[in-house]
């Protein structure tokens, strides 16, 4: 099956592991997470469930380099969440934004920040996520939901 995502147009990931699912998205990290400062430690195509790890430099601060622009904190948990729904969908599948909703409860200034992103319903052409930023000591900084549109591979016509 070929991907509707247009990173992914070339795999057919139906019969890899989350360990090789991994390896590739990891492999083909897009330009947004490397400005973030983003890793991947984890996936779970089950559940629906992805783990980053990102540093905050001071670039991305306001407030003399203390605090955390929200743009950059929000980005960070909506990687997690659309790879999430990536991993999900075997990499088989679009994700597009419909919605995103952002609670900002600390601030948070340079060092390293957790995000988990995960599926909290996977429909026929809507899915629903949920994420988390946290510091070191497990201090939740942001919590988000998101809206996806699933886009799904276009069934090519038989010969």
Do not use: Y
């Given at each position: 099956m070929s991907s509707a995502h247009p990173d992914f147009a070339h795999i057919d990931a139906d019969q890899l592991t989350d360990k090789d699912l991994l390896?590739?998205?990891?492999?083909?990290?897009?330009?947004?997470?490397?400005?973030?400062?983003?890793?991947?430690?984890?996936?779970?195509?089950?559940?629906?469930?992805?783990?980053?790890?990102?540093?905050?430099?001071?670039?991305?601060?306001?407030?003399?380099?203390?605090?955390?622009?929200?743009?950059?904190?929000?980005?960070?948990?909506?990687?997690?969440?659309?790879?999430?729904?990536?991993a999900k969908g075997k990499m088989a599948v679009a994700v597009p934004t419909l919605e995103l909703k952002i609670s900002f409860f600390e601030a948070m200034g340079p060092g390293i920040v957790f995000a988990e992103g995960r599926v909290m319903r996977w429909g026929g052409s809507v899915g629903f996520l949920d994420g988390e930023l946290k510091d070191e000591k497990g201090r939740l900084i942001v919590h988000a939901t998101s809206t996806i549109k699933i886009v799904r591979p276009k069934n090519k016509p038989s010969s």
């Open positions: 390896a590739l998205l990891k492999a083909t990290a897009p330009e947004a997470s490397k400005t973030l400062n983003g890793e991947l430690l984890d996936i779970d195509s089950t559940r629906g469930i992805a783990r980053f790890r990102f540093e905050i430099v001071p670039a991305f601060c306001h407030s003399q380099g203390r605090i955390c622009q929200g743009g950059f904190l929000t980005g960070m948990v909506d990687t997690a969440m659309a790879n999430a729904a990536i």
